[in-house]
């Protein structure tokens, strides 16, 4: 089965400041990855994904996530986090033989304090 | 956009009930899911289905059965509730291709008393 590692539960940052949530998977020859965020008593929004190509993505608020197959990684960043970037974010891997299921790591609570 | 609905977003049932769960999606997806969301554990993946009438088991499907008699909708079946369900649920569904992500329901937020 593959595994997703989210190495860190909590990251508390100040306000404009950069982070990075770092997330590793198993390795696997054929992988889609996707990183979600789930705010306060909602469901998972998909915040961005890779599927191929430039092994940098980005999203529409100012993250990023680069594919890295040889560490087997799919870290996010974002340059400067504002308050609204609080919420928990998931980590998930689709391989392309498993009927759709995807893998989810443990999920990293961003905290952003003023 | 893909719409993903679950009936409920509270709901407390008494231990030995029998509590439904209801999901709805509008996209015509062939793949739904059951996951239920627990702090320190994240998302552990209880039943999902691939076609009408066909379902999987996931990781953790002891206590729960489910149901997909049509495309849309994909129930979620806790045959004798108990405290131990206590949880948030959510509902997920993608299409066929494999590249593409879920898209996941509000969630429903069920206490077992």
């Known amino acids: 089965a593959q595994s997703v590692t989210q190495l860190d539960s909590q990251v508390p940052v100040f306000e404009e400041a950069p982070v990075e949530l770092r997330c590793n998977y198993s390795?696997?020859?054929?992988?889609?990855l996707f990183w979600y965020v789930q705010y306060p008593n909602q469901g998972l929004q998909l915040l961005l994904k890779y599927l191929s190509g430039s092994t940098l993505v980005e999203s529409i608020n100012g993250f990023e996530a680069e594919f890295n197959k040889s560490q087997t990684s799919f870290h996010l960043r974002k340059p400067s986090v504002h308050i609204s970037d609080t919420a928990e974010y998931f980590c998930?891997?689709?391989?392309?033989?498993?009927?759709?299921?995807?893998?989810f790591g443990r999920g990293t609570q961003l905290t952003v304090w003023p | 956009d893909v719409k993903v609905t679950q009936s409920s977003r509270y709901l407390v049932k008494r231990t030995g009930e029998k509590v439904f769960l209801e999901c709805v999606q509008d996209m015509d997806h062939e793949n739904m899911f059951w996951y239920r969301q627990d702090p320190g554990l994240g998302l552990r993946l209880i039943y999902f289905?691939?076609?009408?009438?066909?379902?999987e088991k996931g990781d953790i499907p002891e206590g729960y059965s489910v149901s997909r008699e049509k495309k849309e909708r994909f129930s979620l079946i806790l045959e004798s509730a108990s405290t131990n369900q206590t949880s948030m649920y959510l509902c997920?569904?993608?299409?066929?291709?494999?590249?593409?992500?879920?898209?996941f329901g509000d969630g429903t937020r069920l206490s077992i008393l």
């Open positions: 289905s691939y076609d009408v009438k066909m379902k």
């Open positions: 998930a891997v689709r391989r392309g033989s498993t009927l759709g299921r995807l893998y």
């Open positions: 390795s696997s020859v054929s992988v889609y």
């Open positions: 997920a569904s993608s299409a066929d291709d494999s590249n593409q992500p879920q898209h």
